[in-house]
C-alpha cells in the first residue's frame, strides 16, 4: 500500500512493476541481473484517486504520463534492485502529493497611477535618446 496522504492509499494491486536489466557501470553483472524498475500507475482508470487529484494529475505536461493517463516511472539510479524500488515509489509518490495541492487561483491587479507614469516617463526618456543621436543633415 503507498500511503499519499491521510485518506488516500493507493493498493498495490494498482502498482505494475517490471523489472529490466540497467544499463551502465557494474562489469559482467550488470548484464545479468535486472536491477531496473519500470512502477506503472493507471491514473486514468484508479478508483482510489479522487477526480480532482486525478484531473490534475493527468493535466500536467509530464513525459511520464502517457496519453491514456497512465503513469510510468523508469528507476535506475541504483545498482540493486531494492533501491530502485523504492525510488519509483517515492518518485510516484511525489508526483500525486504535487497533484494534491490546487493552484492558487491569480488575482488580477490593475496596474498603478505611478507605475504608468513610470512607464511613460521611461519611453519618453528612451525617445529623446534616439532623437539626439540623429543630426538635422538638412542644416548643413
Request: aromatic share 2%; charged share 35%; net charge positive.
Amino acid at each position: 500500500m503507498l500511503r499519499v496522504n491521510r485518506s488516500i492509499a493507493i493498493p498495490e494491486s494498482e502498482l505494475t512493476e517490471r523489472f529490466v536489466r540497467a544499463t551502465g557501470p557494474g562489469g559482467q553483472h550488470v548484464n545479468r541481473t535486472e536491477s531496473a524498475v519500470e512502477l506503472r500507475f493507471d491514473a486514468a482508470r484508479s478508483p482510489t484517486l479522487p477526480d480532482a487529484v486525478r484531473h490534475r494529475l493527468l493535466q500536467r505536461r509530464d513525459r511520464r504520463i502517457s496519453a491514456d493517463g497512465v503513469v510510468v516511472i523508469q528507476a535506475r539510479r541504483f545498482r540493486d534492485q531494492s533501491r530502485n524500488r523504492e525510488d519509483a515509489r517515492e518518485r510516484l509518490l511525489s508526483l500525486l502529493k504535487d497533484a494534491l495541492r490546487a493552484p492558487n487561483r491569480r488575482i488580477p491587479t490593475r496596474p498603478t497611477r505611478a507605475s504608468k507614469e513610470r512607464r511613460l516617463a521611461g519611453k519618453q526618456h528612451r525617445g529623446k535618446i534616439k532623437r539626439t543621436r540623429s543630426r538635422n543633415w538638412s542644416a548643413e
